[in-house]
Each structure stands twice: as structure tokens, then as C-alpha cells.
């Protein structure tokens, strides 16, 4: 009973280390919100330049606008 067998050598990529959270200055935060709530701002595309999820920073423009911290433009107070 002597059979020959194959065997498939798997290969995997490395898991990836999660990396450690950055702590962020408020007044970086309140720059980067500000900035997002800009007319015509894209939020995804700032988030992403100033390297955050860009779920991070909607989840901290929910925060500052809930709290009062920052209010959005209205219509009103848009420069000409």
C-alpha cells in the first residue's frame, strides 16, 4: 500500500499589526471639522489627506456639532 501523495504548500500573507491610536490635539481637531463643514467641502477626501478614516471625522463633526462647539454654516453667513 504504498501511494504517493501531494501535498499543497499554502502560503498567507502576514496579518497586519493594528496600529496604536493616534491622540489628536483639539485644536487640530477643530481645524480639520472646520474645515470639513466648509461649503462644497468633500469630507472623505480631507479625512483621507490628513490620514484618518473618514469615518473618524464624521464621527467628530457629530460630536462638535451636537455640543455646540461648532455650528455648521447657514445659508445667511456663506461668503460672497
Known sequence: ??????FDIL???PVRT???PRDW???EKTRIVAASLQPGAN?????????LDPSQ???WR???LASGTIAP????????
Open 11 to 13: 502560503t498567507a500573507e
Open 43 to 51: 469630507v472623505s477626501a480631507i479625512a483621507r489627506s490628513e490620514g
Open 18 to 20: 493594528r496600529r496604536k
Open 73 to 80: 454654516l447657514s445659508a445667511g453667513m456663506e461668503s460672497s
Open 25 to 27: 490635539p483639539d485644536d
Open 62 to 64: 457629530r460630536k462638535a
Open 57 to 59: 471625522l464624521y464621527g
Open 1 to 6: 500500500m504504498n501511494q504517493s501523495r501531494t
